[in-house]
């Protein structure tokens, strides 16, 4: 009960933003709910600065300009098909989403957009437990209807629904749970891993720009090896980046070479500390060239008379 209470205590602390009861009484005043939603209320709770706020409400699109306007310097409403509308108000940048309750198409990641009529049928379509919260604005209710604050404690990621929907729907959610073990540090619940494995193969109706952008996160985390270990042992990565499970090459008996997976896996990390050495910001481009320096060895592998092993011109087949 401590644990939960200062759970509940550092979430009130991080989210005294004056925006937030700006908005929060501004679209009361006009007849509407609004609530603080997913990652921000996660990382208010966990202590985190979140990178962006996000709102969901029960006013459609053309009402959510119609009460942000007065208090916008600029909005843009380039996602108002998925009754998302951006703003910049006081500085800062958010995304106001209506309420939804999407349907799939089996052959396709895109939903069909369908609004919703209320804040928990919106919650349960997310992704996972921990971003399946949120906190009602201006009144600071928190709405919890999957379990999240007890998983975020917990340090479990999980789908609110069964995971076989949910990734079935959303391949990309399978993705974003390898990152988030390594941007948070959390482990993946038993159940929802086996459908990973079970689904890894739906993971070809997404578009290649989305899987770069979400492996492209995974490797900007503070701790990739987490999220590059789901990856494999998912067998995702055997379908986004093969190069990566490639590399775990047999070692006998008789013919003996460094694990070139778990090698290049510790290499990455070295390049993560040589960024903090030269003060660096983290650098995609210098933590690909670590992951992918060793891809060319499982091609030029020879097994030499003796026991020894050889990759001859490795970084020229790499390259």
Not at 269 to 291: H, M, N, V
Request: glycine share 6%.
């Amino acid at each position: 009960m401590q644990a939960v209470a200062e759970a509940l205590s550092n979430l009130e602390l991080n989210t005294q933003h004056p925006l937030l009861e700006k908005l929060g009484q501004a679209f009361e005043k006009a007849g509407y709910e609004l609530a603080l939603v997913g990652g921000p209320v996660r990382d208010a709770i966990l202590g985190r600065k979140a990178p962006d706020l996000d709102f969901t409400t029960s006013a459609n699109p053309d009402q959510i300009l119609k009460v942000v306007k007065p208090m916008a310097s600029a909005t843009w409403d380039i996602g108002r098909e998925f009754g998302t509308i951006a703003a910049q108000i006081d500085g800062e940048q958010i995304e106001i989403t209506s309420y939804r309750a999407d349907s799939y198409d089996k052959a396709s990641r895109k939903p069909t957009v369908e609004f919703g009529d209320n804040l928990e049928d919106d919650l349960i379509r997310r992704d996972f437990t921990v971003n399946a919260m949120a906190l009602r604005l201006p009144s600071r209710v928190f709405v919890d209807p999957h379990n999240g604050l007890r998983d975020l404690m917990l340090e479990t990621l999980k789908t609110p629904t069964d995971p076989e929907v949910s990734f079935s729907d959303d391949p990309l959610r399978m993705m974003r749970a390898a990152r988030f073990t390594s941007q948070l540090g959390f482990e993946i619940e038993p159940e929802t891993f086996e459908a990973m494995v079970r689904l890894k193969d739906r993971i070809e109706i997404i578009s290649k720009e989305r899987i770069r952008d979400e492996f492209s996160k995974l490797l900007l985390s503070d701790n990739p090896r987490t999220g590059l270990k789901v990856l494999v042992e998912s067998g995702l990565a055997e379908l986004t980046m093969p190069e990566l499970p490639a590399l775990k090459l047999e070692i006998d008996e008789h013919h003996h070479h460094k694990d070139v997976y778990q090698h290049t896996l510790t290499v990455v990390e070295q390049a993560i500390d040589y960024e903090s050495d030269y003060g660096l910001e983290k650098d995609l481009i210098l933590r690909l060239a670590a992951l992918l320096h060793d891809i060319g060895k499982p091609a030029t592998r020879t097994l030499e008379t003796g026991g020894g092993v050889s990759f001859h011109h490795h970084d020229v087949v790499g390259s």
